[in-house]
């Protein structure tokens, strides 16, 4: 097998390499975190995470595992290594996650197929049907850019635009290390209707339809997606953008969920805003999190995704006394984002900030460590100059 030394490679927003090394150990800390965390009770036997390999999906199959001692089957879209291009991220991470749970005696399985198609249900379907026979917990996980629609074979697209008007705001330039102005031009009513196919509701209700059909779903079964909110600020391109619609979609989604299996069965958890492969895509998002970092690092209340979901298990998904809705009966792990004395230094400093002053006023270093962490790089901890194998076997896709 040939091994070779493996640097970052930016184009973007996204890295187009990633170390196995470096991701071994961030899968490690964050499983090294729920592991020192009192272990959860009433948790989840078998759970299904879709979109299991990075982010908020990653990090919900490794606080299902690791702190309720969870079967889980995890559902991703990566790329292998081979002799001349190291993996995804995902799917190094999925090596780690995987080798980790046997070594505890949790069982694993992963799939690496499109989670839109009705193949990949099939097979998921199968393999519970074989192995689990019911899952208790469905994570619905999924950041996309494009949807095979399974019944038409249609191409949808989304995107990240305004809806209301043009948008001009701030935007981080995070390649130059510059504030600069963005200008993006308002979606399309076709545009904001892809942007639902692809991150509304529809496929997670086909996931849960599916799964009642097979007969897999335990009586007691519970699903969860992930949306997100945030501050004014961020509303034109967020909440009032095409992915809000999106997400408003996903809502809508849970209510009819819960229509048709039982009140409480579909939740949305609305989750802070983070460093992920999909955040880092959104414009103006990657200057407010270096903000907000700023801002809850000084108060003593940043979180990762492991803590987030950590807390979303504990507090509210497992936790006998009741978990705190809102009005619209959303879990709100984003609370102490929006805090109002958080908000209002974001808000405060969003006003203020110029490329002169990122570094005083912003977390800009914490932003790119934490945006070089998610593909195994920057971490002291590891020689980047030594050669390792890029081609990693992920246990169960060999079974
Ligand atoms: P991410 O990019 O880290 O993870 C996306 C996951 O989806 C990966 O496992 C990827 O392999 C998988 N995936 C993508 N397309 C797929 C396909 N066709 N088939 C199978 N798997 C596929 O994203 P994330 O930021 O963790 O986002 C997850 C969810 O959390 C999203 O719904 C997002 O809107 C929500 N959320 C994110 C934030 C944030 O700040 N990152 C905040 C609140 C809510």
């Known amino acids: 097998m040939v091994d070779m030394i493996i640097e970052p490679k930016i184009r973007g927003f996204i890295c187009t390499t990633a170390h196995p090394d470096g991701c071994e150990l961030h899968v490690q800390k964050q499983i090294d975190y729920v592991k020192s965390k009192p272990s959860l009770e009433d948790a989840p036997k078998c759970v299904l995470v879709v979109g299991a390999s990075t982010g908020y999906g990653l990090a919900s199959r490794i606080v299902a595992a690791f702190g309720g001692k969870a079967s889980t089957i995890g559902i991703f879209f990566e790329r292998e290594g081979s002799e001349r291009k190291p993996a995804s991220a995902g799917w190094y991470n999925s090596v780690v996650f995987e080798a980790a749970a046997e070594k505890e005696g949790l069982y694993a399985k992963s799939f690496n197929g499109d ?10 379907i199968a393999t519970i049907q074989k192995d689990l026979g019911q899952v208790d917990m469905i994570v619905y996980s999924l950041a996309s850019p494009r949807r095979v629609d399974p019944v038409t074979g249609q191409i949808y697209k989304s995107v990240l635009k305004p809806t209301k008007s043009q948008f001009t705001d701030k935007n981080l330039n995070t390649d130059k290390k510059e504030i600069e102005s963005v200008t993006i031009e308002s979606a399309t009513e076709e545009e904001i209707a892809q942007t639902i196919k692809v991150m509304g509701g529809e496929d997670w209700k086909m996931w849960i339809e599916a799964l009642s059909e097979a007969g897999v779903l335990a009586d007691n079964f519970q699903t969860v997606a992930y949306s997100y909110i945030g501050p004014k600020i961020t509303w034109e391109i967020y909440t009032d953008g095409t992915i809000g619609h999106a997400k408003l979609d996903l809502e809508k989604t849970a209510q009819e969920l819960n229509n048709q299996f039982g009140s409480g069965k579909a939740v949305i958890s609305i989750n802070k805003a983070l460093v992920t492969q999909a955040s880092s895509a959104i414009p103006v998002v990657p200057l407010y999190i270096s903000i907000l970092y700023k801002v809850m690092k000084s ?25 705190q809705f809102d009005e619209k009966g959303r879990i709100r792990i984003d609370n102490w984002e929006m805090r109002e004395d958080v908000q209002a230094e974001v808000v405060r400093i969003w006003k203020e900030i110029t490329t002169e002053t990122i570094d005083e006023l912003a977390d800009f270093a914490g932003y790119q460590k934490e945006f070089y962490n998610l593909f195994g790089f920057d971490f002291p901890e590891i020689d980047y100059n030594k050669d390792t194998a890029p081609i990693r076997p992920i246990p169960s896709l060999l079974r």
């Open 115 to 124: 989670a839109f198609s009705n193949e990949i249900k099939r097979e998921v």
């Open 299 to 323: 108060k003593g209340l940043h979180e990762k995704c492991v803590e987030q979901i950590y807390r979303l298990f504990a507090d509210h998904l497992c936790s006998t006394d009741g978990s």
